[in-house]
């Protein structure tokens, strides 16, 4: 029973944590901060595959466990802890969405201004796009 409770405590702890390295992610989300964004989503990576093998401990043990209900608090915690790390998750992926957006319509307005720089106008007074002139010849 107490290996098991140990499990359930080490498994709230790296949920805990989670949720920080989510609330930090979408922090340099946000301020765009890829190369800190890079270590941060490798020690996430790390971070997540802790909480996998921990899953795969408490999945051996539990059905060891005569008093299930003994646990039960434990697990909601975790439940909830996880639920919170879904919810970070989620707002996390709107966030990378909109700055995608975002870096999208830059580009469209670039490639807009660059058209506009290379209007030029014929004899005829109707706008034309391309070279700006045929060149200077001597």
């Known amino acids: 029973m107490s290996d098991m409770r140990d499990a359930l405590n080490q498994q709230q702890q790296q ?3 989670l949720s920080l390295v989510l609330e930090n992610e979408l922090a340099l989300i946000s301020a765009r ?3 800190a ?3 941060l989503l490798e020690d996430k990576e790390s971070l997540l595959n802790d909480i996998a093998e921990q899953d795969r401990l408490i999945a051996r043990l539990y059905p060891a466990q005569e008093d299930k209900h003994a646990f039960e608090d434990d697990i909601q915690l975790i439940d909830k ?3 919170e790390c ?3 998750t989620d707002i996390n992926q709107k966030a ?6 975002r870096l999208a319509h830059l580009r469209n307005m670039i490639v807009e201004s660059r058209a ?3 209007m ?3 004899k005829t007074g109707q706008t034309h796009s391309g070279n700006k002139g045929k060149g200077i010849s001597a």
Not at 96 to 101: A, I, K
């Open 15 to 17: 949920l805990k944590q």
């Open 33 to 35: 901060n890829a190369d």
């Open 37 to 39: 964004l890079m270590k």
């Open 81 to 83: 802890l996880l639920e």
């Open 86 to 88: 879904r919810y970070r």
């Open 96 to 101: 990378v969405e909109q700055g995608q957006l």
């Open 116 to 118: 506009k720089e290379s």
């Open 120 to 122: 030029t106008y014929d």
